[in-house]
T-cell receptor
Framework: RKEVEQDPGPFNVPEGATVAFNCTYS??????FFWYRQDCRKEPKLLMS???SGNEDGRFTAQLNRASQYISLLIRDSKLSDSATYLC????????????FGRGTSLIVHP | SQTIHQWPATLVQPVGSPLSLECTVE??????LYWYRQAAGRGLQLLFY??????ISSEVPQNLSASRPQDRQFILSSKKLLLSDSGFYLC???????????FGSGTRLTVV
């Protein structure tokens, strides 16, 4: 099993739709979790951290399920500008906060 | 605020040529710095990280090397490039328990 796995997609959704991505991780000792957004041929940018209790930032909601070892990102009311690749990052654990990145999930929002 | 500068943006180099990519940061001292590579269709691969001047940890054995000659400068080098070195190289800043990374704008390297 890979350390961090994501469905590469693409997820093709209409504007206004709600879409959710999952990211599974193998190291139960992982302590830090993040979602990044990467536009085509650009650097990844931190979208949000994922906290144990779940957290929300506008239309974006991130959740952590430690028992099943996955994190999720929910995007409500999708906009055309949400089209991008979404990378999850999970720390290695064992005292290291260096993250391992997933390969990303591609989202395409169409009119 | 913290900023990270990376150059050049694009580079085309012949096989066997040397490489030097530079990353500098502003607005912070004693940062943790990272070099990542993203090959086409693949995830981000950690190459090196540094927690201070002269301190380099290598993640993947390869023909690349890194140096940190100053607190806010991180350099990625190669003496002889291989075709497999092609990719998108990203310098990362920060991390830690709460913060994610800030990445530089990246260098897209094509080895021909």
């Amino acid at each position: 099993r890979k350390e961090v796995e994501q469905d590469p997609g693409p997820f093709n959704v209409p504007e206004g739709a709600t879409v959710a991505f999952n990211c599974t991780y193998s190291n139960s000792a992982s302590q830090s979790f993040f979602w990044y957004r990467q536009d085509c041929r650009k650097e990844p940018k931190l979208l949000m951290s994922v906290y144990s209790s779940g957290n929300e930032d506008g239309r974006f909601t991130a959740q952590l399920n430690r028992a099943s070892q996955y994190i999720s990102l929910l995007i409500r009311d999708s906009k055309l500008s949400d089209s991008a690749t979404y990378l999850c990052a999970v720390s290695r654990g064992g005292g290291s906060y260096i993250p391992t990145f997933g390969r990303g999930t591609s989202l395409i929002v169409h009119p | 605020s913290q900023t990270i500068h990376q150059w050049p943006a694009t580079l085309v180099q012949p096989v066997g040529s040397p490489l030097s990519l530079e990353c500098t940061v502003e607005g912070t001292s004693n940062p943790n710095l990272y070099w990542y590579r993203q090959a086409a269709g693949r995830g981000l691969q950690l190459l090196f990280y540094s927690v201070g001047i002269g301190q380099i940890s290598s993640e993947v054995p390869q023909n690349l090397s890194a140096s940190r000659p100053q607190d806010r400068q991180f350099i990625l080098s190669s003496k002889k490039l291989l075709l497999s070195d092609s990719g998108f190289y990203l310098c990362g800043l920060g991390g830690g328990s709460r913060g994610g990374y800030t990445f530089g704008s990246g260098t897209r390297l094509t080895v021909v």
